[in-house]
């Protein structure tokens, strides 16, 4: 299987990246974001071409690493601030749409 895999990929002109040795953190990491894009985003979208797919992984990713809030990190937004802004009284909130409504990404308004 995997000699069959090398040779389609190598017809496609994917570049195939090996599991460094002694890294088996490297996979898992990896897997989790795959997972994410799947259950997250192409489940829910129906991908009719390539340049689509480029598209919708593109803005999939902005939003995984702009806006959307990650366990590991203490609910924090990868590329983010590190701490919220500080609100008095009734702030207003805008939620912006992701992936035409899929997701949503919210701001305080100026």
């Given at each position: 299987?995997?000699?069959?895999?090398?040779?389609?990929?190598?017809?496609?002109?994917?570049?195939?990246?090996?599991?460094?040795?002694?890294?088996?953190?490297?996979?898992?990491i990896?897997?989790?974001?795959?997972?994410?894009?799947?259950?997250?985003?192409?489940?829910?979208?129906?991908?009719?071409?390539?340049?689509?797919?480029?598209?919708?992984?593109?803005?999939?990713?902005?939003?995984?690493?702009?806006?959307r809030?990650?366990?590991?990190?203490?609910?924090?937004?990868?590329?983010?601030?590190?701490?919220?802004?500080?609100?008095?009284?009734?702030?207003?909130?805008?939620?912006?749409?992701?992936?035409?409504?899929?997701?949503?990404?919210?701001?305080?308004?100026?």
């Open positions: 299987m995997g000699n069959a895999f090398t040779r389609v990929a190598a017809g496609t002109s994917i570049r195939i990246l090996k599991t460094p040795y002694r890294a088996p953190k490297a996979n898992a990896c897997e989790r974001f795959l997972g994410s894009v799947r259950r997250e985003c192409l489940d829910h979208i129906l991908v009719l071409g390539e340049q689509q797919l480029y598209r919708v992984i593109r803005e999939y990713v902005a939003y995984f690493n702009r806006a809030p990650h366990q590991g990190i203490e609910q924090q937004i990868p590329e983010g601030s590190t701490s919220a802004p500080e609100t008095q009284g009734k702030a207003k909130i805008i939620a912006f749409p992701v992936l035409n409504g899929l997701h949503h990404n919210c701001q305080l308004a100026s």
